[in-house]
T-cell receptor, first 112, second 115 residues
Framework: GAGVSQTPSNKVTEKGKYVELRCDPISGHTALYWYRQSLGQGPEFLIYFQGTGAADDSGLPNDRFFAVRPEGSVSTLKIQRTERGDSAVYLC??????????FGPGTRLTVL | AQSVTQLGSHVSVSEGALVLLRCNYS??????LFWYVQYPNQGLQLLLKYTSAATLVKGINGFEAEFKKSETSFHLTKPSAHMSDAAEYFC?????????????FGQGTELSVKP
């Protein structure tokens, strides 16, 4: 079946611009996660949704970052006033609420 | 707080040799532990997981890991490396699984396999 998909696969933007990254989870998965992976590092947790609500947003670095999941399926990660330090691969994962998370291929964000 | 330490950012082995990737965890409660593999330009794929059942866990592609509470370790092994095993490997811990939860990853170990 279809796995987790993320669009776009690559995004290049200029410092100060606004970007949206999209995640389509596996159908029926109630939990959705966002992680950020900087070069040479392990993924770092950003936010976790259970259904439509954010169950844990403790990993969002500051108020420029925001994520939504209005219908409990697709999620959008929004970054305002992008900075060069935001450049990373943004990973999305989904699960049925158990321990195994299924990851998408990621969106590589480059802020010039 | 949970944390994970992977010893060695880069490991190189010859094809057919033993693979040993080290992971130590820190947790105040019984952890759930995972190994993920990441091939170039691909997403993370689950290799295996420990969820407090058997301490020796077998995963995909011939990998296995042993949970040792006394050593707070969860090292990943494979008896005979294959060229296709070259990838980045991540150890991760999660506090509890009954309602999901965030994964905390180690820094990763890049495995190279020489012919």
């Amino acid at each position: 079946g279809a796995g987790v998909s993320q669009t776009p696969s690559n995004k290049v933007t200029e410092k100060g611009k606004y970007v949206e990254l999209r995640c389509d989870p596996i159908s029926g998965h109630t939990a959705l996660y966002w992680y950020r992976q900087s070069l040479g590092q392990g993924p770092e947790f950003l936010i976790y949704f259970q259904g439509t609500g954010a169950a844990d947003d403790s990993g969002l670095p500051n108020d420029r970052f925001f994520a939504v999941r209005p219908e409990g399926s697709v999620s959008t990660l929004k970054i305002q006033r992008t900075e060069r330090g935001d450049s990373a691969v943004y990973l999305c994962a989904s699960s049925l609420g158990g321990e195994e998370q299924f990851f998408g291929p990621g969106t590589r964000l480059t802020v010039l | 707080a949970q944390s994970v330490t992977q010893l060695g950012s880069h490991v190189s082995v010859s094809e057919g040799a033993l693979v040993l990737l080290r992971c130590n965890y820190s947790s105040s409660v019984p952890p759930y532990l995972f190994w993920y593999v990441q091939y170039p330009n691909q997403g993370l794929q689950l290799l295996l997981k420990y969820t407090s059942a058997a301490t020796l866990v077998k995963g995909i592609n011939g990998f296995e890991a042993e949970f040792k509470k006394s050593e707070t370790s969860f090292h990943l092994t494979k008896p005979s490396a294959h060229m296709s095993d070259a990838a980045e490997y991540f150890c991760a811990v999660i506090k509890s699984s009954n309602q999901g939860g965030k994964l905390i990853f180690g820094q990763g170990t890049e495995l190279s396999v020489k012919p």
